[in-house]
């Protein structure tokens, strides 16, 4: 009897210990690309002509992975959930000499009758309603809105998009019988010791999604002072043609209003389309996307055009194959910072141009899942 009850007991342990183990998971994406970059323009202050064409291939890690995640019953209505989640660059460790930045890392709780609360470090609630992007690998550009003193016209630049936001809370609504509505409600603190409230920068967000599951879905999403100092106000809707006729063929919009404190408001429109191919062995689609952005990052008469075309193939669900090609088309005339020279020491200098900027890249590899 002694020894049956110890049996018991040690299965239920073992019972236990599993339901609390974490899944690990994660991806492993590289890719080589051919970059070519052309600027035609003229240096803000000198009105010095300035021409490049440069082009180099490149190994490339997009968005590789690495993450850990779970949840334990607390009481027999509510679990904790937590998710630790890092980005890894296979092809190189950064000026930094830091392979590993922080994803999406929260620590919360999940109730049957008042929903999912997450603390930590939190992607934005206005990227819950975007199911309208579908370009991989190099064109996985969208928030790459402005570019920074050491940035040169390397970087393909499209619409903002939302970031991961320190110290945030996320409350995911449970469904109210049996709506196809998910809400999802956002808070970011700012934790500086201030003597005026009023300076604080603590910000918030919301997103609707609707989705019942018949191929249609449409969302709406707002933030302010979340991602960027300002506000986002974004729209999405796609359709699954397949479900209502003999097309396998998956077409997305999305338009969003990014309103930058102290600047002008960036308009962004995404337009994608996905078709299936059934004449493989396994499953592989094509797709195409336009991206237009006026006033890029809030700066006046920054324009950008972004169009890429690519394929994937799956030999497996968790080995995909990628092959893509597109062009970034940018009229800059309210600064763009390019090398002009070096110094001395051989240092890169850079100075504010204006000017007509095209970056073109083909490129493909393969994805790993586990």
């Given amino acids: 009897m002694k020894k049956l009850l110890l049996a018991t007991a040690v299965a239920a342990l073992s019972v236990s210990a599993a339901n609390a183990a974490p899944t690990l998971y994660g991806k ?13 323009g003229e240096d803000m202050v000198g009105e010095v002509n300035l021409n490049e064409d440069e082009s180099s291939v490149q190994i490339n890690s997009n968005i590789s992975r690495l993450g850990f995640k779970g949840s334990e019953a607390m009481t027999a209505n509510t679990d904790v959930i937590y998710q630790l989640e890092y980005g890894i660059n296979i092809d190189d460790s950064g000026s930094d000499n830091i392979g590993f930045k922080s994803r999406d890392t929260y620590l919360g709780l999940d109730n049957k009758s008042y929903g999912q609360f997450r603390f930590g470090r939190n992607y934005s609630v206005s990227d819950y309603i975007n199911n309208v ?11 790459v809105s402005s570019l920074s003193d050491d940035d040169t016209l390397t970087d393909a630049l499209t619409l903002t998009d939302g970031g991961r936001v320190n110290n945030s809370i996320v409350w995911i609504a449970p469904k109210y019988n049996g ?10 603190a700012d934790e500086r010791f201030v003597s005026d409230n ?7 967000g919301a997103s609707l999604m609707f989705d019942q599951g018949t191929g249609f879905t449409a969302g709406i999403a707002y933030d302010k ?8 106000l974004r729209g999405s809707a796609t359709v699954d043609l397949g479900k209502y006729m003999a097309a396998p063929v ?23 389309a996905e078709m299936g191919l059934t004449n493989f062995a396994r499953p592989a689609s094509v797709y195409a996307q336009y991206n237009k952005t006026e006033n890029l990052g809030g700066l006046t008469d920054n324009d950008s055009d ?18 893509y090609v597109g062009n970034n088309s940018a009229d800059l005339n309210n600064g763009l910072f390019v090398v002009r020279g070096q110094d001395s020491d051989g240092e890169d200098m850079f100075t504010a141009a204006r000017g007509d900027a095209d970056v073109f890249v083909i490129g493909g590899g393969l994805e790993y899942k586990f």
């Fill in 28 to 40: 492993a994406f590289v890719t080589a690309d051919y970059v070519n970059a052309e600027f035609d």
């Fill in 133 to 143: 992007t579908v370009t991989e690998g190099y064109w996985d550009n969208l928030g």
């Fill in 179 to 188: 709506l196809p509505l998910q809400l999802a409600l956002q808070y970011s």
């Fill in 198 to 204: 009023n300076d604080r920068d603590s910000g918030f």
């Fill in 225 to 232: 002072d979340m991602s960027i100092s300002g506000e986002i």
């Fill in 250 to 272: 998956t077409l997305g919009a999305l338009y969003q209003q990014a309103d930058y404190d102290g600047a002008d408001e960036e308009d962004g429109l995404v337009l994608s």
């Fill in 306 to 323: 972004q169009i890429v075309v690519g394929g994937k193939y799956m030999f497996k669900d968790n080995m995909i194959a990628h092959a």
